[in-house]
């Protein structure tokens, strides 16, 4: 080994670390790096209590899920989905790769045959649509057998960093999964990430 290599600096390949609050969640608050409290929840009404208590039990299988597109897309340098210009977001260099849970919701989607979504109103399945500037609604009736119902399971993340010198949050991040039954394979896509 030359004299060179052994001075080398090992570049620090940092690795998402999920940061627990233990403070209660009293009025069900959106949380932050700041207040330092348990995640927001959200339970549809009609959302089954036994299913919810499935889904609790995977909630580890979920964050190693939500670790690895943590990672992949904003700790890993060769990422595309970081921008390369300065003073662009989201950046690098800030990450501190801890991360925290903002927001959970379990709910419900519906889903015709093509997979377009749809939602309940006044008593019916609606679909909205557009082409350029032209809204187009669909209606089905609730007993159509077109539709699929499936469990939404959405969770929000907060991902600090340290612009200012310090630790504090830097990026929120939207992830949503879609499932027939509890026992499905759970696979997030990432929706959105924005500046915290």
Do not use: W
Not at 47 to 55: D, G, I, K, N, T
Not at 90 to 105: H, K, L, Q
Not at 125 to 145: A, F, H, I, Q, W
């Amino acid at each position: 080994m030359g004299i060179f290599e052994k001075f080398k600096k090992k570049k620090e390949v940092k690795r998402p670390k999920l940061i627990v609050f233990e403070k209660e969640n009293v009025d069900n608050d959106y949380a932050n790096f700041e207040l330092m409290i348990k995640p927001r929840i959200s339970i549809d009404e009609g959302f089954p209590q036994e299913v919810y208590q499935l889904l609790a039990k995977r909630r580890n299988e979920m964050l190693e899920q939500i670790e690895e597109i943590i990672f992949s897309n904003y700790l890993d340098e060769t990422s595309e989905d970081l921008a390369s210009e300065i003073d662009s977001f989201p950046d690098i260099r800030y990450f501190t790769g801890n991360y925290y849970v903002v927001y959970e919701s379990y709910g419900f989607t519906y889903r015709d045959k093509n997979y377009r979504s749809y939602h309940i109103k006044n008593g019916q399945y609606r679909n909205v649509s557009y082409k350029g500037n032209e809204r187009k609604e669909s209606y089905l009736p609730l007993d159509s057998d077109e539709i699929t119902k499936y469990y939404k399971i959405f969770i929000q993340v907060g991902l600090t960093g340290t612009e200012n010198g310090q630790e504090e949050d830097y990026m929120s991040l939207d992830l949503v999964a879609e499932i027939a039954s509890p026992d499905d394979q759970i696979e997030f896509e990432v929706l959105s990430h924005g500046v915290m």
